[in-house]
T-cell receptor
Framework: DVKVTQSSRYLVKRTGEKVFLECVQD?????MFWYRQDPGLGLRLIYF???????EKGDIPEGYSVSREKKERFSLILESASTNQTSMYLC?????????????FGPGTRLTVT | DAKTTQPNSMESNEEEPVHLPCNHS???????IHWYRQLPSQGPEYVIH???SNVNNRMASLAIAEDRKSSTLILHRATLRDAAVYYC????????????????FGGGTRLMVKP
């Protein structure tokens, strides 16, 4: 069974803390994505990566950074957490190119910044 | 990206068929129609996709209008586990590069299934 796993389902952090969200996929997919999901706004892409050490900004990269040191792992970093980053964070992966019909999502991490 | 329009919510009775509509009047000739769904407290999951012909898989059927300006996701017998938000998304594989694999999710349709 294909799997995308995320390090935590629920996380509570304080304003100003550095936060790491980890995502691991076991499907040997080239592309990996970080989205955030907020009520009424759908999913918004933060960053994506199409290969190890490669990254591209999505629609809302401000306040975030990413790291992809290994093909199976894609980390999202909140350098200094703020309350407006309270959200559901979803990681996804897919094959590159036209083979990537299905995008596989992790279960999500609900982050609360107080 | 071409835009899709879906009703905010729909209700169905258990074990009855459900037809979830999606309008995409600005669809281009090379856009594929994808459906994903998101169960409560879970990430989205792929349901089905198609281009012109109707498609069937173990989860659902996809009926595409002849002019491709609309489509309908059909759940043949709704169960309580089908209660979810269903998203209709257009994606053009001709523009699929590394960035093209991203998906743009709108508001979707919240399906409620009554026992």
């Amino acid at each position: 069974d294909v799997k995308v796993t995320q390090s935590s389902r629920y996380l509570v952090k304080r304003t100003g803390e550095k936060v790491f969200l980890e995502c691991v996929q076991d499907m040997d997919h080239e592309n990996m994505f970080w989205y955030r999901q907020d009520p009424g706004l759908g999913l918004r892409l933060i960053y994506f990566s199409y290969d190890v050490k490669m990254k591209e900004k999505g629609d809302i990269p401000e306040g975030y950074s990413v790291s992809r040191e290994k093909k199976e792992r894609f980390s999202l970093i909140l350098e200094s957490a703020s309350t407006n980053q309270t959200s559901m964070y979803l990681c996804a992966s897919t094959l590159r190119g036209t083979g990537g019909w299905e995008q596989y999502f992790g279960p999500g991490t609900r982050l609360t910044v107080t | 990206d071409a835009k899709t329009t879906q009703p905010n919510s729909m209700e169905s009775n258990e074990e009855e068929p459900v037809h979830l509509p999606c309008n995409h009047s600005t669809i281009s000739g090379t856009d594929y129609i994808h459906w994903y769904r998101q169960l409560p407290s879970q990430g989205p999951e792929y349901v089905i996709h198609g281009l012109t012909s109707n498609v069937n898989n173990r989860m659902a059927s996809l009926a595409i209008a002849e002019d491709r300006k609309s489509s309908t996701l059909i759940l043949h017998r709704a169960t309580l586990r089908d209660a979810a938000v269903y998203y209709c998304i257009l994606r053009d594989p001709l523009y699929v590069d590394n960035a093209g694999n991203m998906l743009t999710f709108g508001g979707g349709t919240r399906l409620m299934v009554k026992p």
